[in-house]
């Protein structure tokens, strides 16, 4: 009689990691969305070729690195790690994880509290090596010193092409005017037609509702074609020193590079009046009579 036991021993099961890859660029210029195109073929490669690695998405996109608010594919890889849909992020680098200390920050302990472990390709940093965390956060805090002294450098740049009389105007929203092949503003004549005729309604005691009123009535579209006016927009135009030939620069600027919020300029940076700068659509009297009767 055969007293042998048998013990069956379960094969081992290797853990399966779920891996994302975050990659960004922070403009559209063709080389780096060359890059952004890189990265993804890279760790779409480089994730699905690794032995117990399962692909759980790359989310790529181009933003800013200093806001987090508006970075869509960040925000959705962030709700994936709560709905517990990833176990590990790649990236290549922290300052393409993000250039703002404060928010950098928050995310990333919070993905630590989630049990998620997120390596830096570029510096070679792993935050599941509790030694490594310290040296992230100062490495976060480095990026964000960049990107300050990068605007810093920008801003300075802005102002001595202020100085020197250069001007770039949008003209796309820009009722009246296109731009020739040297980049100079000139009159689109039907459209000059409704603006003069804006300035005349106003002079005549229409104010910008009953202007507003008037032109959708009449199905006179806006610069972008729409039959739907807005007052702002109207009073915009009964206030843009630009159709008397003249450009009033830095109106407004950005606050601080973290925020990217424009602010009204009421005396904390030079303004620059550069007059004769192109053709004009409203004669001068006629401007400043409207200027005088809106702030009566």
């Given at each position: 009689?055969n ?15 779920q891996?994302?890859a ?15 195109d ?9 994730i699905?070729?690794?032995?117990g ?51 950098f ?10 049990g ?148 009204k ?7 620059y ?11 001068k009297?006629t ?10």
């Open positions: 009689m007293n042998n036991i048998v013990i069956e021993i379960p094969p081992i099961k290797k853990e399966v990691l891996v994302a975050y990659c960004r660029v922070s403009t559209a210029y063709e080389e780096q969305q060359t890059s952004l890189s990265q993804i073929q890279y760790y779409t490669d480089y699905n070729n690794h032995e690695w399962v692909l759980a998405g790359i989310y790529s996109e181009q933003a800013s690195g200093t806001r987090f608010d508006n970075r869509t594919a960040f925000n959705r890889m962030m709700k994936d790690c709560r709905a517990r849909k990833i176990d590990y992020i790649i990236t290549k680098s922290i300052s393409r994880f993000g250039r703002n200390t404060l928010p920050l928050r995310s990333f302990n919070e993905l630590l509290g989630l998620i472990t997120i390596y830096f390709e570029m510096e070679r940093l792993d935050s599941s090596d509790w030694r490594m965390r310290k040296i992230i956060a100062a490495a976060a805090a480095v990026a964000q010193s960049e990107s300050e002294s990068k605007s810093a450098n920008i801003k300075w740049g802005i102002q001595r092409s202020f100085e020197k009389g250069h001007v770039k105007l949008n003209h796309t929203n820009f009722l009246g005017y296109t731009k020739d092949a040297n980049g100079k503003l000139v009159i689109v004549e039907e459209e000059a037609k409704i603006v003069r005729f804006i300035y005349d309604l106003y002079l005549k005691g229409y104010g910008c509702r009953k202007i507003k009123s008037y032109l959708e009535k009449n199905d006179i579209k806006t610069a972008t074609g729409k039959s739907e006016w807005s007052t702002s927009t109207i009073d915009r135009i009964l206030s843009n020193e630009k159709y008397i030939g003249t450009v009033l620069s830095q109106k407004s600027y950005v606050e601080n590079c973290l925020t990217h919020k424009q602010v300029n009421n005396g904390e940076l030079p303004m009046l550069m007059e004769n700068n192109h053709e004009a659509i409203i004669s009297e401007f400043e009579e409207v200027q005088h009767r809106k702030f009566l």
